[in-house]
């Protein structure tokens, strides 16, 4: 089946600018985490909602960051006012539940954000 | 506060020979899950194996075992008899906390490369 897809999985875009990033997790998953990865480091966690609810926002690093899922399937991150440093891959994974979520997360390929 | 430690910025293996990648953590919580991801140069985060804190045996995926020290806090990966195929960067990650979801902490990650 499917896995979990991420568009575009290239954005470039001028510092100042409001940008959009879509996941779609693997159908039927109600676990969906977005995580930011840097060049040269380890993903790191930004925000995790079960169903539609943000569960745990707290790795989200300013209000600038902001990330929707109105009906429980896809998601969206959402960057205004973007900075240089928001330049990274961000990476989106889902897990059948919460439950299966303790013990593995299916990651998507990436979306590649460059803030010129 | 959790913490992975991967010590190893860049490992060496030759074709059809085992390889250990080290990874060690830190947490106060008496469960936790410990998580061996592989990224190859596309990007995206292939799960390989999991490990959970009260698990008794070491767990195996086929070439892939996870040498679980608990006393030394430690969960070394092992490759057996690895491929050309197996050249990529490899995170530890660790899941903790009574919390009933699964938030991912990763390290810094260690590139594998494997010489024919």
């Known amino acids: 089946g499917a896995g979990v897809s991420q568009t575009p999985s290239n954005k470039v875009t001028e510092k100042g600018k409001y940008v959009e990033l879509r996941c779609d997790p693997i159908?039927?998953?109600?676990?969906l985490y977005w995580y930011r990865q840097s060049l040269g480091q380890g993903p790191e966690f930004l925000i995790y909602?079960?169903?539609?609810?943000?569960?745990?926002d707290s790795g989200l690093p300013n209000d600038r960051f902001f990330a929707v899922r109105p009906e429980g399937s896809v998601s969206t991150l959402k960057i205004q006012r973007t900075e240089r440093g928001d330049s990274a891959v961000y990476l989106c994974?889902?897990?059948?539940?919460?439950?299966?979520?303790?013990?593995?997360?299916?990651f998507g390929p990436g979306t590649r954000l460059l803030v010129l | 506060a959790q913490k992975i430690t991967q010590t190893q910025p860049g490992m060496f293996v030759q074709e059809k020979e085992a390889v250990t990648l080290d990874c060690t953590y830190d947490?106060?919580?008496?469960?936790?899950?410990l998580f061996w991801y592989k990224q190859p140069s596309s990007g995206e985060m292939i799960f390989l194996i999991y490990?959970?804190?009260?698990?008794?045996q070491n767990a195996t995926e086929g070439r892939y075992s996870l040498n679980f020290q608990k006393a030394r806090k430690s969960a070394n990966l092992v490759i057996s008899a690895s491929q050309l195929g197996d050249s990529a960067m490899y995170f530890c990650?660790?899941?903790?906390?009574?919390?009933?979801?699964?938030?991912?902490?990763f390290g810094q990650g260690t590139i594998l490369t494997v010489h024919p």
């Open positions: 994974a889902s897990s059948p539940d919460r439950q299966s979520s303790r013990k593995t997360q299916y």
């Open positions: 159908s039927g998953h109600t676990a």
């Open positions: 909602f079960q169903g539609t609810g943000a569960a745990d």
């Open positions: 947490t106060s919580d008496p469960s936790y899950g």
């Open positions: 490990q959970g804190s009260y698990d008794q």
């Open positions: 990650a660790m899941r903790a906390g009574g919390t009933s979801y699964g938030k991912l902490t």
